[in-house]
């Protein structure tokens, strides 16, 4: 498979203008690339805006939610269901993110269920975890294939990225197909985590808000 790359814009920029200039430089910066598969996941409010700006013949840039609810509709104020991000172009949702388990409280169960519900919907889940509890606990009961992000909580936001020896210890444990890297990922060390570590793309948070910054990033990973 394509590595994959998949930007985790978490509650950035503050503008939809700002957000168009990041997504655009992106989007024309990336032309040329081949061989690696880009996802950019805005603030919801950002998706309708961008999938427009998105058309392009010569890079198909895929879209992703940063979380969802688990239920399709109903009375859940504040909340944006899988069948809503599907609606407006998404393909993936990341589930579980350290952030949301840190300050909105998520729990291995209700992750399940999110991910229970995106894949019902043939969305792809990344489901984001610090360590093996919480993939076994978030994956209890679901047969189908999860796309798994590993993010050491010390490595997010950081500038300090885990060890390529520590993480390829834990891609090795992870015993799915597709794993992700995620923490302090810069376009310095991407493309050692999929070429040393041996895993298949990459969640990137800080990096991916510098466009030059980002766009090499993923040359060096199409490069490999
Ligand atoms: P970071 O964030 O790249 O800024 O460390 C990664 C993430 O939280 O997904």
Same mark, same amino acid.
């Given at each position: 498979?394509?590595?994959?790359?998949?930007?985790?814009?978490?509650? &950035?920029?503050?503008?939809?203008?700002?957000? $168009?200039?990041?997504?655009?430089?992106?989007?024309?910066?990336?032309?040329? *690339?081949?061989?690696?598969?880009?996802?950019?996941?805005?603030?919801?409010? !950002?998706?309708?805006?961008?999938?427009?700006?998105?058309?392009?013949?010569?890079?198909?840039?895929?879209?992703?939610?940063?979380?969802?609810?688990?239920?399709?509709?109903?009375?859940?104020?504040?909340?944006?269901?899988?069948?809503?991000?599907?609606?407006?172009?998404?393909? !993936?949702?990341?589930?579980?993110?350290?952030? #949301?388990?840190?300050?909105? $409280?998520?729990?291995?169960?209700?992750?399940?269920?999110?991910? $229970?519900?995106?894949?019902?919907?043939?969305?792809?889940?990344?489901?984001?975890?610090?360590?093996?509890?919480?993939?076994?606990?978030?994956?209890?009961?679901?047969?189908?294939?999860?796309? *798994?992000? !590993?993010?050491?909580?010390?490595?997010?936001?950081?500038?300090?990225?885990?060890?390529?020896?520590?993480? $390829?210890?834990? #891609?090795?444990?992870?015993?799915?197909?597709?794993?992700? !890297?995620?923490?302090?990922? &810069?376009?310095? &060390?991407?493309?050692?985590?999929?070429?040393?570590?041996?895993?298949?793309?990459?969640?990137?948070?800080?990096?991916?808000?510098?466009?030059?910054?980002?766009?090499?990033?993923?040359? &060096?990973?199409?490069?490999?």
């Amino acid at each position: 498979m394509k590595p994959l790359i998949v930007a985790n814009w978490k509650m &950035n920029p503050q503008s939809l203008a700002e957000a $168009k200039r990041l997504f655009n430089s992106v989007k024309n910066g990336l032309k040329n *690339i081949k061989n690696t598969e880009v996802v950019i996941c805005p603030p919801f409010v !950002y998706l309708p805006v961008l999938k427009i700006e998105s058309k392009s013949p010569s890079f198909t840039i895929s879209f992703g939610g940063q979380s969802c609810f688990w239920e399709e509709k109903g009375a859940f104020t504040g909340e944006v269901s899988p069948t809503m991000l599907k609606d407006l172009g998404c393909d !993936y949702v990341i589930l579980g993110h350290s952030e #949301r388990r840190k300050y909105l $409280k998520e729990t291995d169960e209700m992750i399940n269920k999110k991910i $229970k519900a995106v894949l019902s919907l043939g969305l792809k889940p990344i489901l984001c975890i610090a360590n093996l509890t919480k993939l076994k606990k978030s994956l209890r009961g679901i047969k189908d294939k999860v796309i *798994i992000a !590993y993010e050491p909580v010390f490595a997010i936001g950081t500038g300090k990225p885990c060890t390529i020896e520590k993480a $390829k210890k834990m #891609r090795n444990l992870i015993k799915c197909p597709v794993v992700l !890297y995620g923490g302090s990922v &810069n376009s310095q &060390n991407a493309a050692d985590y999929i070429k040393m570590a041996g895993f298949q793309g990459l969640l990137v948070g800080g990096a991916s808000l510098d466009s030059e910054e980002f766009i090499k990033l993923a040359k &060096n990973v199409a490069h490999i």
